[in-house]
């Protein structure tokens, strides 16, 4: 069974300052993907960023960067240089290469104080 | 090219009601997902299409929640009779196989059950 962890219900952060959100999670899966998704109001589920457990370098993209630490089962995700755009609900999500679902978690709600 | 389109956006609907929400993928995502998300929750999957069999259906209460997908596009999810318990938003995605790191999601519907 998966699961998927995070321990931190809401998080807040001055524009232009840095965030970093928490995520553990447990598989069985040898190979497997990590996702940071954003959900603002709107509903819509816009990926953010991924990361492939076999790689060891951590992914980025712009001002969102992971810290993927395999052994400790920990995937945070930071956010450099907030904007007010940011603020929404982030959910961390684990996919296996044997199935196709996404086990998420319970979600942060990242508020961005101008 | 055009995202996961879901409709209706809102529905409610008296308990005991029949209700139907639709899905049209990604144009060439032969794998269709319908999660279900309680307020404030992760997403959990209901039902994974490949194509248009249905391969993993394990979390679907089948006594009142049915899903079809002719033709291996467009799909259904259907409750009936609705319950006070159903009020969710319920998510659509899609992808191009079963390789977790490209699921796309639609806006969802959210369901009130009076």
């Known amino acids: 069974a998966q699961t998927v962890t995070q321990s931190q219900p809401e998080m807040s952060v001055q524009e232009a300052e840095t965030v970093t959100l928490s995520c553990t999670y447990d598989t069985s899966e040898s190979d497997y993907y990590l996702f940071w998704y954003k959900q603002p109001p709107s509903r819509q589920m816009i990926l953010v960023i991924r990361?492939?457990?076999?790689?060891?370098q951590n992914a980025t993209e712009n001002r969102f960067s992971v810290n993927f630490q395999k052994a400790a089962k920990s995937f945070s995700l930071k956010i450099s240089d907030s904007q007010l755009g940011d603020a929404a609900m982030y959910f961390c999500a684990q996919g296996g290469t044997s199935y196709g679902k996404l086990t998420f978690g319970q979600g942060t709600i990242l508020t961005v104080h101008p | 090219e055009a995202g996961v389109v879901q409709s209706p956006r809102y529905k409610i609907i008296e308990k005991k009601q029949p209700v139907a929400f639709w899905c049209n993928p990604i144009s060439g995502h032969n794998t269709l997902y319908w999660y279900l998300q309680n307020l404030g929750q992760g997403p959990e999957l209901l039902i994974r299409?490949?194509?248009?069999?249905?391969?993993?259906d394990s979390q679907l209460p089948k006594d009142r929640f049915s899903a079809e997908r002719l033709k291996g596009v467009d799909s259904t999810l259907k409750i009936q009779p609705a319950e006070l318990g159903d009020s969710a938003v319920y998510l659509c995605a899609s992808s191009l196989g079963l390789h977790p790191n490209e699921q796309f999601f639609g806006p969802g519907t959210r369901l009130t059950v009076l």
């Open positions: 990361q492939e457990a076999y790689k060891q």
């Open positions: 299409y490949e194509n248009e069999e249905a391969v993993d």
